[in-house]
């Protein structure tokens, strides 16, 4: 019994033996080295228009991050609203106009206007034989045959007197009246608003008939020539903050249109909501005819430089959630072969990523490669 199934066993053993022999299997590295390989030829390289390259020296700038926008400065900026209240007359501007400082914006018809033209041209007629008295009585008192009393009272009557018609004349000469004519008995109905600034109107409010007061805004003028960059800084950027360094900026809808300017001053305050400061910085000449006012823009503050080793953006592939890059392993006639090597990469700058491990990247891929991950 024994006899007969020691043959069959040891030779099913022995079958076994022979077929999980690892000689007669591929090894798993190998498989895992193939799929990570990529062959093209010669021509289609060329034909696609790819590129080889190796990592090179770069120097990347270290910058704070911020927004804001494009304003006016201050003194670039009006707000225009009548000196008396009234009715408008005339509007003479349109938004998007650009006026020059002292042209004429707008007329009001004002009740006020007339009033105070009468109380001066009444306080005119009476200051001059007020001055009159007061220089007789004077004289009288230097010859001491008038009492002190009669003197410092027609003192008290004509200075107010002149007090007061100096008053009206400086607010009547802001609304632009030549008083010389209103002594004369010469009283106008309406007085014109001028721009007190160079720059393009950039909202109107005022209509024909609109009755307005003095806090009323009619319409709004910015100078496009004064134009500068309020940004925010986070406290924890604070640090790194000079002036005079220079900001490079850009709207988010345009992003490959760079602008560039200087930090000229900063908030010693920090808002207590955001937790940023304000930060002003001019804006290059040559760059504030392409942008307007209360445009937003993102914008970076260059605080120093530092070098790197960098790929441009293209050679950087992303395949599955790892990050990587093609390189080179070997050439003939008729192939060409790619193998997949993961990368850990840094900041991107100016059309470079900054890559941490470089080591052993030589002939790298760095035009076309996407269109090989995809095929």
């Not at 090179?56 to 009548?82: D, L, M, N, W, Y």
């Not at 001066?120 to 009393?149: F, G, I």
């Not at 900026?249 to 920090?270: D, E, L, M, W």
Request: net charge negative; charged share 20%.
């Amino acid at each position: 019994m024994k006899t007969t199934y020691t043959l069959p066993f040891f030779l099913l053993a022995l079958s076994l033996l022979f077929a999980c022999n690892p000689g007669d299997q591929q090894p798993a590295e190998d498989n895992q080295a193939d799929s990570e390989k990529i062959s093209i030829t010669p021509a289609q390289f060329e034909a696609a228009g790819m590129q080889k390259g190796n990592p090179e020296k770069r120097t990347f700038s270290q910058t704070i991050q911020a927004r804001g926008e494009v304003i006016a400065s201050p003194a670039g900026q009006a707000k225009i609203s009548s000196l008396f209240e009234g009715k408008v007359k005339l509007i003479k501007v349109k938004t998007g106009d650009q006026v020059k400082k002292g042209q004429l914006l707008c007329t009001i018809e004002s009740g006020e206007f007339i009033r105070l033209q009468q109380e001066y041209a009444e306080t005119r007629s009476a200051l001059e034989p007020a001055k009159a008295e007061y220089e007789r009585q004077k004289a009288l008192l230097d010859d001491n045959v008038a009492s002190k009393k009669t003197y410092l009272q027609a003192e008290a009557d004509y200075k107010t007197l002149l007090a007061r018609s100096e008053s009206f004349q400086s607010i009547l000469s802001m609304a632009g009246l030549n008083t010389l004519n209103t002594t004369e008995g010469q009283i106008v109905q309406e007085f014109g608003i001028y721009a007190p600034i160079n720059g393009y109107i950039t909202g109107v409010v005022a209509v024909t008939g609109l009755f307005t007061r003095s806090d009323q805004m009619l319409m709004e003028l910015v100078d496009l020539n004064s134009l500068q960059l309020n940004i925010s800084v986070y406290e924890k950027d604070l640090i790194s903050l000079k002036t005079d360094q220079d900001i490079i900026f850009y709207s988010p809808n345009q992003t490959r249109q760079k602008y560039k300017g200087k930090v000229i001053s900063y908030s010693r305050a920090i808002d207590p909501e955001s937790r940023t400061i304000t930060v002003i910085g001019n804006i290059l000449p040559e760059h504030q005819p392409s942008l307007i006012h209360g445009l937003f823009v993102e914008a970076e503050i260059i605080t120093g430089t530092r070098p790197v080793t960098a790929l441009p953006d293209e050679a950087i592939l992303t395949e599955a959630g790892n990050t990587m890059v093609l390189v080179q392993t070997s050439e003939n006639e008729k192939e060409m072969v790619f193998l997949r090597k993961m990368v850990k990469t840094g900041e991107s700058m100016q059309g470079f990523t900054e890559i941490l491990n470089p080591e052993g990247l030589e002939n790298v891929l760095i035009k076309g490669g996407y269109n090989l991950l995809t095929e």
